[in-house]
């Protein structure tokens, strides 16, 4: 499966919650398909996209949040695993598009074309919820079944370690910030739901 | 242990005067008491990280959510995590509240925390972070708020140097 076919198929699903994806191919894959105030692109700080995923779905529980990682990505931070696993919460999917490679400097293959199953590090880390897609009916199929299910979920997707199109994104990165921060502000001052800090786990 | 439990109590009222909601931390011996009273803080949000360059992250998701958020580690998690400092915090104009533990300094007995110490502050000014002393008990709260007023107004990250002198009464 490619990431852009991957993506196209749950655009529905991610164009109406907040997105944090990596950078690089992921990045510009997401913005190619159509861009929108609710998707942020962490175009550096590798691995901390789960992070920011995280500390956002804990400060707004009632909006679904979903992350894009990826293989390189996530062996920065393999932490990450268990801290999510620790406070489950149950309005952060976790895809992680596994290309087993650092695609976007030239295509180094990870410890994940060696045998990492990242799948299997999630189990083990504690994440309550796991499950792999092959194909891009799996991987549809996955989302929209996790999106249901309201459970902290790492969905491994393999993909090819094809380039996008282009790398190019029309859009600054402080505009991506500001634009988003506002977005989500919004959506604070329109639900109706109890405060944000409500402790969880 | 001589961790000031009297101390940290003020640290801790200083940062719900500060309405922070979320704390993203890792223990260390002096953050101890600071850590359970989150802990027991129903009002809180208490992330234990594994790494205290998850804890970046995390308190940058927050304020994009507009949350209030502070980071307790010990000054070698600063170190730790100087790179989504850089490239996240400073590159996005994400206010961060940093909570630091000023360990290997002086009166510092632990051999390993003294390379640490030594270059803490180097490293602060380098990086062009405004750097605050926690050091007299009766001006915590004022301290405290004044660097998240900075922060919130700038848009960067301040750290918050918590001493010797303040955090640890020798018996």
């Known amino acids: 499966m490619k990431t852009s076919d991957a993506l196209r198929a749950i655009y529905p699903e991610l164009e109406r919650r907040i997105v944090v994806t990596i950078m690089g191919a992921t990045a510009s894959e997401l913005y190619a398909l159509g861009h929108r105030p609710n998707f942020f692109y962490l175009e550096h700080a590798m691995g901390l996209a789960s992070s920011m995923g995280l500390g956002i779905a804990l400060s707004m529980p009632e909006q679904q949040v979903i992350v894009l990682d990826g293989d390189g990505s996530l062996l920065m931070n393999l932490g990450t695993l268990s801290t999510m696993a620790r406070y489950k919460p149950g309005n952060l999917l976790h895809i992680v598009l596994d290309n087993e490679s650092l695609l976007s400097v030239g295509g180094f293959p990870t410890a994940t074309a060696t045998g990492t199953d990242l799948a299997g590090v999630a189990r083990a880390a504690g994440i309550p919820r796991v499950t792999e897609a092959r194909t891009v009916p799996e991987f549809q199929k996955a989302v929209s079944d996790t999106l249901r299910a309201r459970m902290l979920t790492t969905i491994v997707a393999k993909v090819e370690a094809v380039p996008p199109a282009s790398y190019y994104m029309d859009l600054t990165l402080l505009e991506n910030r500001f634009q988003f921060w506002r977005h989500l502000q919004s959506l604070r001052h329109s639900s109706p739901s109890p405060p944000a800090a409500e402790r969880v786990g | ?171």
């Open chain 2, 1 to 171: 242990m001589p961790v000031s439990i009297t101390n940290s109590k003020l640290i801790y009222d200083g940062l719900k005067a500060c309405d922070v909601r979320l704390i993203a931390a890792l223990p260390e011996t002096w953050l101890v008491h600071l850590i359970r009273m989150a802990d027991e803080d129903r009002a809180m949000t208490l992330v234990r990280v594994a790494r205290e360059e998850e804890a970046i992250g995390i308190a940058a998701g927050a304020h994009l959510a507009g949350v209030n958020a502070a980071l307790l580690m010990q000054n070698h998690g600063f170190l730790a995590a100087i790179n989504p400092v850089v490239s996240l915090a400073f590159l996005y104009k994400i206010p961060l509240l940093m909570l630091i533990s000023y360990r290997g300094h002086v009166g510092e007995k632990d051999p390993w925390q003294t390379q640490g110490g030594l270059v803490t502050e180097p490293l602060l000014r380098a990086l062009n972070i405004p750097t605050w002393q926690l050091s007299a008990a009766h001006d915590v709260a004022r301290q405290l708020k004044d660097a998240q007023t900075l922060a919130h107004a700038s848009l960067t990250p301040v750290a918050v140097l918590l001493t010797r002198d303040l955090m640890w009464e020798d018996g």
